[in-house]
């Protein structure tokens, strides 16, 4: 297996080869902030059509559902339904919200779905560019088109969060807030930052010569875990899972003792060994501490590594999207000292 090298991560060769990859990352919060400037008016306008009369369910459609799901399901007050699939419930009708994402508006079973639900005269807001196939499927006396230019999910899922706080159907949401998140995560993780101090590139390190075990105890934190072992894996093509405690603690109860003379060089991929990397999002939920705490307890029993990201943002859109991004910085940072 390829061996990682550390002094990559501050070689500035290197990072120059890098930097288109890492600059998109640092633009994160000015993707949102362009996303939210983009879509001000009309989702002035949806705010004072929809406050009227409170929704009967919401159903966020679409394949980009699921990160609405994860910050909507435990806290809308009214039925939430995620549906990923295409077209609609049988039931949704004219008294329910349907909100879609559609960053790159170009799918057409989402554009099937919107089509529907105009006919169907719910409550519609999209979030896709304004002249693609999604979006020529918007325009009805009860639909609403946020116009995007980005194709960041992100950006545009917290545009439509923005919506979705203001009529009190989701939890506090204020873009600003979300893009100084990433913004900060940015300065502390840029590849300048070296990695005496850089919270990426120390993960990076910290689980270059192991199969990383994500996991995240909340909604949010376990979505930023899925998505940041999806991303490690694109960069190194080595395993990395993120799942539930319950699926955790037999593979950290299984891991091999630590042979203090493996050389790296030499073992084959394989014979790594698990760390385990938590997510830590501030939840005061006792429930997640406490398993919090019993992993760590059963990975320091096998002698297996910890590493902790966390984030102080305000906000659990915020938090979200530091974890995301600390954990998508470290991912590319891996693939970089692995000569990827």
Avoid at 36 to 42: D, K, L, N, T
Avoid at 171 to 200: H, S, Y
Avoid at 260 to 268: I, M, T, W
Wanted: glycine letters at 8%; hydrophobic letters at 45%.
């Amino acid at each position: 297996m390829a061996a990682f090298d550390d002094g990559l991560l501050d070689d500035p060769e290197t990072l120059r080869l890098a930097e288109p990859d890492l600059r998109y990352l640092a633009e994160s919060g000015s993707r949102v902030r362009r996303e939210a400037v983009s879509a001000a008016e009309p989702l002035a306008a949806a705010v004072a059509r929809l406050s009227e009369t409170p929704p009967r369910a919401v159903i966020a459609a679409g394949p980009d559902s699921r990160l609405l799901r994860a910050v909507l399901e435990p806290v809308c007050p009214v039925p939430f339904v995620a549906w990923p699939g295409a077209g609609l419930p049988g039931w949704a009708g004219a008294l329910d919200l349907v909100v879609v994402l559609a960053p790159n508006g170009s799918d057409p079973n989402t554009a099937a779905g919107v089509a529907e639900a105009v006919r169907r005269g719910c409550q519609l807001v999209v979030a896709t560019p304004e002249d693609s196939l999604v979006g020529r499927h918007v325009p009805g006396r009860y639909s609403t088109l946020l116009p995007t230019t980005t194709a960041d999910q992100l950006a545009t899922a917290t545009v439509m969060l923005d919506l979705l706080d203001r009529l009190h159907l989701g939890p506090d949401t204020d873009p600003e807030v979300v893009a100084t998140a990433l913004d900060d995560v940015a300065l502390q993780c840029g590849p300048f930052r070296d990695l005496a101090v850089n919270p990426a590139k120390l993960l990076a390190s910290g689980i270059a010569e192991t199969s990383p075990l994500l996991w995240g105890g909340t909604v949010l934190a376990a979505r930023a875990a899925r998505r940041v072992a999806e991303s490690v894996r694109r960069a190194t093509g080595r395993a990395a899972l993120a799942a539930d405690a319950e699926h955790l603690f037999p593979v950290l109860a299984a891991a091999a003792p630590a042979d203090v003379f493996a050389d790296p060089f030499a073992d084959d991929a394989a014979d790594l060994r698990p760390s385990l990397v938590i997510l830590d999002d501030g939840s005061p939920d006792p429930v997640v501490a406490d398993t919090r705490q019993r992993l760590s307890e059963q990975a320091d029993y096998h002698g297996v590594r910890i590493e902790i990201v966390t984030s102080e943002a305000d906000g659990d859109v915020a938090r979200y999207a530091s974890l995301l991004a600390t954990g998508t910085f470290a991912a590319r940072y891996l693939g970089l000292g692995l000569s990827r």
